[in-house]
């Protein structure tokens, strides 16, 4: 007798296939085994029932029962309760764009949607060719003169007027950009086989870590001046942006060495029997898989960092917080706090959602077929 | 039958041009001492299996033929090149070598094809059709071309060893070194990939094999080596290591594998 034999799930044995019993599926099987298991979980789930009972109606109220639409001035919101999104569309263009000048914020208009796009085409692996690298050069030299002007009939603006999403943005992407070539470099100079580089690597991912970003920051800000002569002034958006990358760098390094020591030794040895030099075995072999198990402490970094490209704020440039915050000084809008904050998080909350999103997706993609 | 007296260790190989030649390689690590001045000289068209005790410097050895293991003494030219520091020379002699592992090593991100692709276009330079059209020729050989598509983790443990064998012929190597190719293997699927390296070993390929596969060595091999702890014990045809064993312990070792 061989009735071991099957065709999909049905099993053509001499005991006939039953229905498992009705009280282990269905809703109410699910309510018992995930909510009310125990006698504690039973408990918890109850509170937890109450006190969303108690803030999701309150909330939903301010949010859009009471809210007053757009339009409403802001004297009548404040007696009237209930969130006052005139604030967002009144504002919208200064939070947006900070004091670049009101009749040019169609450039960095622009420069949001060059950059989304420029990202955008970065995530399809079809376009992950050489002439991407030349389309991001491209991208971002439109996108500096977009923002700067000066030539081709525009006027020029100064950086310190920048201000806003484009601010944050180009912090962060160009910023992720250039650290990212520059973690990958640091993560295989900490496992290199020469010495020098070793020690180089090391001590800088160490230094750095062992800063808060914000006294990265500070330094860039005050102690760059010192090392350069007097009266050459480097621009505070560099040195902010430069601190940043170093941050990123460092971290990001980090992420990607875990993912180099999973890579078993049998890999690196069959690309070297099969003659390849050091940095083909790395391109086409180590870092592909290495970098595919660091997607998810990389986008952990990615997150991080776009969101703490906030903190430029204490060196006095105005990003998408900075611009909020300055929003809510205009004496007849102050104290709509909860509006402007709810209002940006949202918007942080979009970009980091969707690089979360995607991060899964690759993941998906890139491990499809090739698990052992 | 005047071989059957001198010694095995005595006896000259090879007869023809040598590809290979060893001369007293000693290796360390650290303090342990695994190589123990290792004479070796290998001809075109030799087929020699390295059998002896867990331990007892096989892998280490064929591993040094190209330099996955550096030694610490004496010489080894492998096609006219000595393998020194010199790291354009090791890229050059890794070219002409290929090597099968015990756990195949293929990588799981690159399809079959691409696995076998990958070195002839970014070392060899070849043009990818024609790096492509050569693969599928292996790939066929080692009657595995119909899965060039899949990811190495689809396939079972027979049908990936034999991918690392037709990746490593993409190469056209002059030498093929396998180190226990089989010994990882479920028992079903050890004679699939035995049958592919018989076949190379008909077709005139210079292979230096680290088995346990007696029945291998036997029809096969033209000289098997043993080793005991980091020395070449003994070296002799098939017919006389099996029959007439030298040494003590190759007697030893004999009797144990082949009374299980
Ligand atoms: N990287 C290493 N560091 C220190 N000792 C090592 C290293 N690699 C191998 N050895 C030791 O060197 C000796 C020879 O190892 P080797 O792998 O060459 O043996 P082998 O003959 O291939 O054995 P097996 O049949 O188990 O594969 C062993 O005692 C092993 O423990
Ligand atoms: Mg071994």
């Given at each position: 007798?061989?009735?071991?034999?099957?065709?999909?799930?049905?099993?053509?044995?001499?005991?006939?296939?039953?229905?498992?019993?009705?009280?282990?599926?269905?809703?109410?099987?699910?309510?018992?085994?995930?909510?009310?298991?125990?006698?504690?979980?039973?408990?918890?789930?109850?509170?937890?029932?109450?006190?969303?009972?108690?803030?999701?109606?309150?909330?939903?109220?301010?949010?859009?029962?009471?809210?007053?639409?757009?339009?409403?001035?802001?004297?009548?919101?404040?007696?009237?309760?209930?969130?006052?999104?005139?604030?967002?569309?009144?504002?919208?263009?200064?939070?947006?764009?900070?004091?670049?000048?009101?009749?040019?914020?169609?450039?960095?208009?622009?420069?949001?949607?060059?950059?989304?796009?420029?990202?955008?085409?970065s995530c399809d692996r079809r376009f992950w060719?050489?002439?991407?690298?030349?389309?991001?050069?491209?991208?971002?030299?439109?996108?500096?003169?977009?923002?700067?002007?000066?030539?081709?009939?525009?006027?020029?603006?100064?950086?310190?007027?920048?201000?806003?999403?484009?601010?944050?943005?180009?912090?962060?992407?160009?910023?992720?950009?250039?650290?990212?070539?520059?973690?990958v470099?640091?993560?295989?100079?900490?496992?290199?086989?020469?010495?020098?580089?070793?020690?180089?690597?090391?001590?800088?991912?160490?230094?750095?870590?062992?800063?808060?970003?914000?006294?990265?920051?500070?330094?860039?800000?005050?102690?760059?001046?010192?090392?350069?002569?007097?009266?050459?002034?480097?621009?505070?958006?560099?040195?902010?942006?430069?601190?940043?990358?170093?941050?990123?760098?460092?971290?990001?390094?980090?992420a990607i060495r875990g993912g180099l020591q999973a890579i078993p030794?049998g890999q690196?040895?069959a690309a070297?029997?099969?003659?390849?030099?050091?940095?083909?075995?790395m391109g086409k072999i180590i870092l592909p898989q290495a970098l595919a198990i660091s997607i998810p402490p990389l986008v952990n970094t990615f997150?991080?960092?776009?969101?703490?490209?906030?903190?430029?704020?204490?060196?006095?440039?105005?990003?998408?917080?900075?611009?909020?915050?300055?929003?809510?000084?205009?004496?007849?809008?102050?104290?709509?706090?909860?509006?402007?904050?709810?209002?940006?998080?949202?918007?942080?909350?979009?970009?980091?959602?969707s690089m979360s999103k995607y991060s899964q997706k690759l993941e998906r993609d890139l491990h499809r077929g090739h698990r052992r | 039958?005047?071989?059957?007296?001198?010694?095995?260790?005595?006896?000259?190989?090879?007869?023809?041009?040598?590809?290979?030649?060893?001369?007293?390689?000693?290796?360390?690590?650290?303090?342990?001492?695994?190589?123990?001045?290792?004479?070796?000289?290998?001809?075109?068209?030799?087929?020699?299996?390295?059998?002896?005790?867990?331990?007892?410097?096989?892998?280490?050895?064929?591993?040094?033929?190209?330099?996955?293991?550096?030694?610490?003494?004496?010489?080894?030219?492998?096609?006219?090149?000595?393998?020194?520091?010199?790291?354009?020379?090791?890229?050059?002699?890794?070219?002409?070598?290929?090597?099968?592992?015990?756990h195949f090593n293929l990588f799981p991100h690159l399809t079959v094809l691409e696995n076998?692709?990958l070195?002839?276009?970014?070392?060899?330079?070849?043009?990818?059709?024609?790096?492509?059209?050569?693969?599928?020729?292996?790939?066929?050989?080692?009657?595995?071309?119909?899965q060039?598509l899949k990811y190495p983790g689809q396939l079972s443990?027979?049908q990936q060893?034999?991918v690392?064998?037709?990746?490593?012929?993409?190469?056209?190597?002059?030498?093929?070194?396998?180190?226990?190719?089989?010994?990882?293997?479920?028992?079903?699927?050890?004679?699939?990939?035995?049958?592919?390296?018989?076949?190379?070993?008909?077709?005139?390929?210079?292979?230096?094999?680290?088995?346990?596969?007696?029945?291998?060595?036997?029809?096969?091999?033209?000289?098997?080596?043993?080793?005991?702890?980091?020395?070449?014990?003994?070296?002799?045809?098939?017919?006389?290591?099996?029959?007439?064993?030298?040494?003590?312990?190759?007697?030893?070792?004999?009797?144990?594998?082949?009374?299980?």
């Amino acid at each position: 007798m061989t009735d071991n034999v099957h065709t999909g799930n049905v099993h053509t044995g001499s005991i006939p296939d039953e229905r498992p019993p009705a009280n282990t599926v269905g809703p109410v099987a699910w309510l018992r085994n995930n909510l009310f298991n125990t006698w504690y979980n039973a408990l918890l789930t109850i509170l937890i029932a109450w006190l969303l009972f108690k803030a999701i109606p309150p909330l939903l109220d301010w949010l859009i029962f009471s809210a007053n639409s757009f339009g409403t001035p802001p004297q009548v919101c404040r007696q009237e309760g209930g969130a006052c999104w005139t604030f967002v569309s009144e504002k919208l263009r200064f939070v947006m764009f900070g004091t670049f000048p009101y009749d040019e914020q169609w450039r960095p208009l622009i420069t949001i949607v060059i950059i989304i796009a420029l990202v955008l085409a970065s995530c399809d692996r079809r376009f992950w060719k050489p002439w991407l690298g030349l389309l991001w050069i491209a991208g971002l030299t439109a996108v500096g003169v977009l923002m700067w002007g000066g030539v081709l009939g525009l006027t020029y603006v100064e950086n310190t007027l920048w201000g806003g999403l484009p601010l944050t943005l180009m912090l962060s992407v160009v910023g992720l950009s250039v650290a990212f070539p520059a973690s990958v470099l640091l993560a295989l100079g900490r496992r290199s086989q020469l010495p020098a580089i070793r020690v180089i690597s090391v001590t800088y991912i160490e230094l750095i870590r062992g800063v808060p970003l914000i006294s990265l920051l500070f330094m860039a800000s005050v102690m760059f001046p010192l090392f350069l002569p007097t009266g050459v002034n480097f621009d505070k958006l560099l040195r902010a942006q430069i601190a940043f990358i170093m941050f990123a760098a460092a971290y990001m390094a980090e992420a990607i060495r875990g993912g180099l020591q999973a890579i078993p030794k049998g890999q690196y040895e069959a690309a070297d029997a099969l003659g390849l030099n050091y940095w083909q075995a790395m391109g086409k072999i180590i870092l592909p898989q290495a970098l595919a198990i660091s997607i998810p402490p990389l986008v952990n970094t990615f997150i991080s960092f776009f969101k703490d490209t906030s903190l430029v704020i204490i060196i006095g440039l105005y990003d998408l917080l900075g611009t909020a915050k300055a929003a809510l000084s205009d004496p007849a809008w102050r104290g709509f706090y909860r509006e402007a904050y709810l209002f940006i998080g949202v918007i942080y909350w979009v970009f980091c959602y969707s690089m979360s999103k995607y991060s899964q997706k690759l993941e998906r993609d890139l491990h499809r077929g090739h698990r052992r | 039958m005047t071989m059957a007296q001198t010694a095995g260790a005595a006896r000259t190989f090879p007869q023809g041009e040598p590809i290979i030649q060893c001369q007293g390689v000693h290796k360390w690590y650290g303090e342990f001492h695994v190589l123990k001045n290792i004479d070796l000289s290998v001809a075109k068209g030799e087929r020699i299996v390295i059998c002896g005790p867990s331990g007892s410097g096989k892998s280490t050895m064929i591993r040094c033929l190209n330099r996955l293991e550096e030694h610490q003494k004496g010489s080894i030219i492998v096609d006219g090149i000595e393998l020194t520091g010199n790291l354009k020379n090791i890229e050059l002699v890794r070219r002409e070598v290929g090597m099968v592992f015990q756990h195949f090593n293929l990588f799981p991100h690159l399809t079959v094809l691409e696995n076998c692709t990958l070195a002839p276009i970014w070392v060899r330079k070849k043009p990818k059709a024609e790096a492509e059209e050569m693969a599928m020729r292996y790939l066929k050989r080692v009657r595995i071309a119909e899965q060039a598509l899949k990811y190495p983790g689809q396939l079972s443990g027979g049908q990936q060893q034999r991918v690392a064998i037709a990746r490593s012929l993409c190469m056209s190597p002059k030498v093929m070194l396998f180190d226990e190719p089989t010994s990882a293997l479920d028992p079903e699927m050890v004679k699939e990939v035995l049958d592919v390296m018989i076949g190379l070993a008909e077709d005139g390929m210079t292979m230096l094999c680290v088995t346990h596969e007696m029945g291998f060595a036997k029809s096969v091999a033209d000289r098997v080596i043993f080793m005991d702890r980091g020395e070449i014990v003994e070296q002799n045809t098939p017919n006389e290591f099996f029959n007439s064993p030298q040494s003590e312990r190759t007697k030893l070792f004999l009797s144990q594998i082949l009374n299980h």
